[in-house]
């Protein structure tokens, strides 16, 4: 598994016992990676079931909001 997906889990992880639901940027700020970086990953984990997330598009292009990870995500803590 991609040390970036593992980081992304754990971020998004923190975030979602918080009651938040994070966006790439607020991703990106609790990671080594940049929005877009987060963005692309996202897109893959999507793919590979790791994680729910929901594409919006905003003014200056697209954003993710993750809502949930799996169970698959959730076993990789």
């Given at each position: 598994?991609?040390?970036?997906?593992?980081?992304i889990?754990?971020?998004?992880?923190?975030?979602?016992?918080?009651?938040?639901?994070?966006?790439?940027?607020?991703?990106?700020?609790?990671?080594?990676?940049?929005?877009?970086?987060v963005?692309?990953?996202?897109?893959?984990?999507?793919?590979?079931?790791?994680?729910?997330?929901?594409e919006?598009?905003?003014?200056c292009?697209?954003?993710?909001?993750?809502?949930e990870?799996?169970e698959?995500?959730?076993q990789?803590?």
């Open positions: 598994m991609k040390p970036e997906y593992i980081a889990i754990k971020a998004v992880d923190k975030f979602l016992k918080q009651g938040e639901e994070p966006d790439t940027s607020m991703i990106a700020k609790q990671t080594n990676l940049t929005s877009q970086q963005y692309d990953f996202i897109a893959e984990m999507e793919q590979q079931q790791l994680l729910i997330a929901f919006i598009d905003m003014c292009g697209e954003d993710y909001i993750v809502k990870l799996t698959k995500a959730k990789m803590l």
